[in-house]
Nanobody
Framework: QVQLVESGGGLVQPGGSLRLSCVVS????????MGWYRQAPGKQRAMVAA???????NYADSVKGRFTISRDNAKNTVYLQMNSLKPEDTAVYYC?????????????????WGQGTLVTVSS
């Protein structure tokens, strides 16, 4: 069984910063892409940022220059540093990982989601 546990959400004023963390645990053989998605009220879940095991990154246009994704492969952890936060960044942020897991002695590909952490940007 593989689990993703996010932390770091909360209430912040416009212009402020937050750092989200997501730890992947379980019977993991390897993790390829890790990413952050968000879902605002009444909207569909959308990709915010993603990072491969080699460190290549991709960002949504709305967060480029303000958010930075990084990962620690040794700790199976991905981070999202969010600066210059705006009210429109308010959403539930979800961690996502594409992993190869060990189950019943075999390797299987699995996409796993975290439970989400709420980020509220408001004065």
């Amino acid at each position: 069984q593989v689990q993703l546990v996010e932390s770091g959400g909360g209430l912040v004023q416009p212009g402020g910063s937050l750092r989200l963390s997501c730890v992947v645990s379980g019977s993991i053989f390897s993790i390829n892409v890790m990413g952050w998605y968000r879902q605002a009220p009444g909207k569909q879940r959308a990709m915010v940022a993603a990072i491969t095991s080699g460190g290549s990154t991709n960002y949504a246009d709305s967060v480029k220059g303000r958010f930075t994704i990084s990962r620690d492969n040794a700790k199976n952890t991905v981070y999202l540093q969010m600066n210059s936060l705006k009210p429109e960044d308010t959403a539930v942020y979800y961690c996502n990982a594409g992993a190869i897991v060990v189950a019943a002695g075999q390797l299987s590909a699995l996409e796993v989601w975290g439970q989400g952490t709420l980020v509220t940007v408001s004065s």
